[in-house]
């Protein structure tokens, strides 16, 4: 019996270890205060150094104003305009571990068509990117989850920059980005 006991345990704790972990969670909060739902943040990138709850600090090109939006009881969303800044989470620590995916909750604003958010990667501290093969939400204010994988390969860190819908002028929301991976 406890040979039978020993096995199972040692198998359990084998299959726990190969199993997807969580590597970085973002929820774009950001040490901001509750105010109503759709109250509006605006505010560079750069003001937030070090507040942000994945550890990474969010990125915009000169620095740009992102925005936040609440919604949805207490939570926050980046929002993304149609004309808006790209916005970018640089060089996320992901060494050690492979099948690296991606999941996020994503939303169309107002009245808008399904989008297909134009997600990119960079496992090369942004010098080159590519383009990860999302799929479209819903039309709008359809919260949606999503997930998709992320470049395979043996990296330290990976980069991900959000882009601006430009297939019409609503503006998108991204909200609960999360990497996971097998170590």
Known sequence: MKKITLL????????????????YAENFESNVAYVSDAHMYSFAPSTKTGTWNGGVDLKTAGNANINLRQGWGNGFLLKIESKGAAVTIPNINVAGFTNLNLSYEF????????VVPKIEASIDGGASWVALPTVASGGGWNREAKSVALPSGNYKTISLRMNPNTVNANAIMFDNFTITGKQ
Do not use: C, R, S
């Open 8 to 23: 199972f345990f040692a198998l359990t704790i084998g299959m726990l270890a190969k199993a997807q972990q969580t590597v």
């Open 107 to 114: 939303v169309v604003e107002d009245g808008g068509d399904a």
